[in-house]
């Protein structure tokens, strides 16, 4: 198996931190893409892969992905991203989050940890514990920002499907049908967004359960988890892991817009411009789902600062998300190039690539 650093997800990381704690059983790691705009930023994954291979290609493709996210965002921060290697059982402890704090702490500020799947509140709580660089930190204040980012992701991936809609249908949400693959945290709040603008849901989720009762609240229709890219519709949003558009994905697409708040939805670079050539609309993951990390970021600011994070600053920020995809998309349809190519040329000039 070649050396990681010679895979193209590797693409030029400053730091990629193996960290084995012996006594906890804890097993991660810490990637740094970029720290040029500031120290790396990004959350913590909690997940059992059946290779290692998969948890450090995990690692570097989401570390990548978040120099681009913060640049696009404009935010003062670089890009970071941790996974934990869950074993098969799941189990998580208190002595692995500590450890894992500890090995934070370590790098003296070049990585800012926060939420991500597998990794609650109450854990970045816990590794608050042993260090400082944390954030998505409970607050007591209702006017303050703090806690879980995912309302203000499904806020972003909301305006995103808005303007995806308006910029290639030409109309509003009101009767629109989107297809709403995975609905966790950020699915589940973009699919009640959506419903108040009127759209027409179908909802699938590896939890069928979980799936019926959102339908049932929202009165939406639901299909079986691996039947949902098969929908017919005006707009699939993908909400849960990524990887998903590949050559399989694609051929079974069968809506003019792809939009939604998973992480690194393309499997590889041909699969925007293969979108594009089948005149889909895609709006790029790491711009759409920009929502948490302004969030967590702007409230690890002001913590530093000794000040609320102001709740108002914050949806102004994540406000600007839909801005952000109409230039991409303006730029794409001048250049004849795909929006994902568009967006990765402007995130690297931001980050000094």
């Known amino acids: 198996m070649p050396a990681f650093w010679t895979e193209p997800d590797f693409d030029e990381h400053e730091l990629v931190h193996l960290v084995h704690d012996r006594a906890s059983g804890l097993t991660a790691i810490i990637a740094l893409h970029s720290t040029h705009l500031g120290p790396g930023a990004g959350g913590t994954r909690f997940w059992h892969y059946a290779e290692p291979a998969g948890a450090m290609r995990d690692a570097l493709r989401l570390s990548r992905g978040m120099s681009y996210k913060n640049a696009m965002a404009g935010l003062p921060v670089g890009g970071g991203k941790a996974v934990i290697v869950a074993g098969p059982d799941k189990a998580k402890t208190p002595a692995m989050l500590a450890a894992f704090g500890d090995a934070i702490e370590a790098l003296g500020g070049r990585y800012i940890t926060a939420e991500d799947v597998g990794i609650t509140e109450a854990d970045m709580v816990a590794v608050a514990k042993r260090t400082s660089y944390v954030t998505g930190l409970p607050s007591t204040d209702a006017e303050a920002a703090g806690g879980d980012p995912g309302p203000f992701t499904s806020k972003g991936v909301f305006l995103g499907i808005q303007a995806a809609v308006a910029h290639k249908l030409g109309r509003d949400l009101k009767g629109v049908h989107v297809a709403v693959q995975g609905i966790g945290s950020v699915g589940g709040g973009a699919a009640r967004l959506l419903a108040e603008a009127g759209a027409r849901l179908t909802l699938a989720d590896v939890d069928a359960d979980r799936a019926a009762a959102l339908a049932s609240e929202l009165g939406a229709e639901t299909v079986a988890a691996e039947a949902i890219m098969d929908v017919e519709c005006d707009v699939f949003s993908p909400n849960a892991l990524g990887a998903i558009l ?108």
């Open 246 to 353: 590949d050559n399989v994905g694609i051929a079974r697409l069968k809506a003019p817009i792809v939009a939604g708040g998973a992480n690194n939805q393309l499997a590889r670079p041909e699969h925007g411009p293969m979108l594009a050539e089948r005149g889909v609309l895609y709006a790029p993951d790491y711009v759409i789902n920009g929502g948490g990390i302004i969030a967590v970021t702007l409230e690890y600011l002001a913590r530093r600062d000794g000040k609320p994070c102001d709740i108002a600053e914050v949806h102004a920020k994540v406000e600007e998300v839909p801005v952000r995809l109409n230039t991409i998309w303006e730029e794409a349809g001048a250049s004849g190039r795909s929006p994902d190519q568009v967006a990765d040329a402007m995130a690297q000039r931001l980050i000094g690539r």
